[in-house]
Each structure stands twice: as C-alpha cells, then as structure tokens.
C-alpha cells in the first residue's frame, strides 16, 4: 500500500487538468484489459475521464452520498453509497450530539438521490462488474474521507482484486486513514495547509447531471483528443 505526492503544486486549473496530473502517476496501468475507472459522481467523474482516457480504460460512475451536518452541510457526518453501504463518523455524531432520528433522515434523503442519480446516468444500463478488476476510484479531492470509504467498502462487495484511489489533492492523515481501506492510494498533492478541496481549484464549478452524462457517454479507450 503506498501513497503518492507532487511537491509544490499550490492550485489546479480545472478537474481535467487535475486528472492528467493525476493520470501520470497511474501510468502503469495504462492498456490493462483488467483495469477499470470509476469517477465519484459528481465531482470524481471530469477527473476520472482524463485518467481513464489516459490509461485507455474504460469509465463508470460510482455514486456516493455525503450525509451532511444539519447546520454545517459541508461537513460530513458520514457517507452512504450505492447498495445500502453506510459510513458513519461516530466521533463527530458523538461531539456534536447528533442523534440517531437526524442519522436516519439524512440516510434516507441521501438514499433516494442515490436512487435518482443512479437512473439519470445509467438508465437501464447495468452497474459495471468489478469481480476480478483492478477499480480505480477517483474522487477531485479528499476532505473527510468519509465519501471515499463508503465508496471503498461499496466496492469491495463486488469482489475486485484490487482497489486503487487516486486523487488530486487531499489532507495527509486522510490518505494515511484510507491506506487501511484500500491496496494502493495515489494523492498528487497533500498541502500541509489544506482547508477545502475547492481552495486548491481555480474552477470549482458544480458539476450537473448534463456534465456527467455526456462524459460517461465519451469513449476514453481510444482517446482522439484532449477533450471529448
């Protein structure tokens, strides 16, 4: 399990270009008929199509949800993803006196988005089969963790060989946290004055349903340009 860094780079341009950073570090697994990306929707998947355009893999979306703070949104308390897996911070619901009634509403809340974004970037189209793969989960940052972990666990049910998370930027005890999840973590820059994965972009734009549909609908096995 190892984790990986850059030195010096303060900013990114965009998620794209924070992917073809990210992608140099995967370059190992560049033209694996075993390999597979996944982008964390929203945010994960412009990241995760340049990797995976990169690498000639192909691409799919993992959905996780990050279960919010009630008063402080950004903050997570904890994570749900896809198949009903559930990652809670017991140390911030225990600080902050968060109770099980608030716990629950927000998994179900978060669940039925799940549900809603599930049939908005699949359609009818099956969830991609892991069993056997190296995953490559790609998120545009790391704060909490909690996103990726649930997205870990939720992958680790499909049986893949291995699990790989990349990521442009993140907090360093994060990635230390995550090397217990996972078999390998690739982070391209850990600032030891990070506060938010936003303060590291020049564009932090919201990613929309539009957005990531139209990627997920780009070949990246034969990538014929820098952009689709």
Same mark, same amino acid.
């Given at each position: ?6 030195e010096g ?21 560049? %033209?694996?008929?075993?390999? $597979?990306?996944l982008? +964390?929707? /929203?945010?994960g ?5 340049? @990797?995976? *355009? &990169? ?27 896809? %198949?009903g897996?559930?990652v $809670?911070?017991?140390? +911030?619901? /225990? ?7 608030? @716990?629950? *509403? &927000? ?13 908005a970037?699949?359609?009818?189209r ?21 996103s ?6 939720? @992958? ?19 990635c ?9 973590v690739?982070?391209a ?7 938010a ?8 734009h919201q990613v ?19 952009k689709?």
């Open positions: 399990m190892t984790s990986v860094r850059t780079r303060r900013a990114f341009r965009d998620r794209r270009e924070a992917g073809r950073v990210v992608a140099r570090f995967l370059a190992g697994y560049r %033209g694996r008929d075993d390999v $597979l990306v982008g +964390l929707a /929203r945010g998947v412009p990241v995760g199509w340049e @990797v995976a *355009a &990169a690498l000639a893999a192909p691409l799919d979306v993992c959905l996780v949800r990050k279960l919010g703070v009630p008063q402080w949104p950004e903050l997570a308390m904890g994570a749900v993803a896809t %198949g897996g559930v $809670l911070n017991e140390d +911030l619901l /225990r600080n902050l006196d968060i109770g099980a009634e608030t @716990v629950d *509403a &927000a998994i179900t809340r978060e669940t039925a988005e799940l549900h809603r974004r599930e049939q970037y699949r359609g009818g099956d969830t991609p089969d892991v069993a056997g793969k190296t995953v490559i989960l790609i998120d545009d940052g790391l704060a909490t963790g909690a990726m972990v649930a997205a870990v666990r939720s @992958v680790r049910h499909g049986g893949p060989a291995r699990i790989v998370v990349a990521v442009p930027v993140g907090p360093a005890s994060v230390r946290q995550l090397r217990e999840e996972c078999d390998e690739v982070c820059s850990m600032p030891a004055d990070f506060s994965v936003g303060a590291f972009y020049d564009d932090f929309g349903d539009d957005e990531v549909r139209e990627l997920l609908a780009t070949p990246t096995e034969q990538r014929v340009s820098g689709p």
